[in-house]
């Protein structure tokens, strides 16, 4: 898969919609130092992630979802959560509840947050 060329420094990062299980990228685009811009997202085989090596850098700091962001490509939602047991991230729309597609890991309740730790790939 190419990308387009880009001036500033973006990322991939890999997420999983919490209905299909699948997994897709999240563009992520560095503002500054300690923030950084989610806006576009796509389908992508585990295989390209891994040839790609999404998983090998790191972002870190205040995550903005911009305006334009379209959300999972399969289920629409356009909020995400990082589980804390296999640090995957799920797409999530406000629910309560939620179960890790990857690992299994139940949630009851969420705490809103924009600082995160991910792992991302270049672009």
């Given at each position: 898969?190419?990308?387009p ?7 991939v990062?890999i997420?999983?919609?919490?209905h299909?299980?699948?997994m ?61 047991k ?29 600082e ?8």
């Amino acid at each position: 898969m190419s990308f387009p060329h880009i001036d500033r420094e973006a990322l991939v990062v890999i997420g999983y919609c919490h209905h299909t299980r699948k997994m897709f990228g999240i563009r992520t685009e560095r503002l500054d130092s300690r923030r950084w811009v989610q806006d576009w997202a796509f389908p992508i085989e585990p295989s390209v992630a891994s040839d790609e090596r999404f998983d090998r850098n790191r972002i870190s700091g205040e995550i903005i979802i911009d305006s334009s962001y379209p959300g999972c490509p399969y289920c629409g939602a356009t909020g995400w959560f990082k589980c804390d047991k296999c640090g995957s991230l799920v797409c999530h729309e406000d629910e309560d509840k939620a179960i890790c597609p990857k690992c299994g890991m139940k949630y009851d309740g969420f705490i809103n947050s924009t600082e995160f730790d991910l792992k991302g790939g270049t672009h």
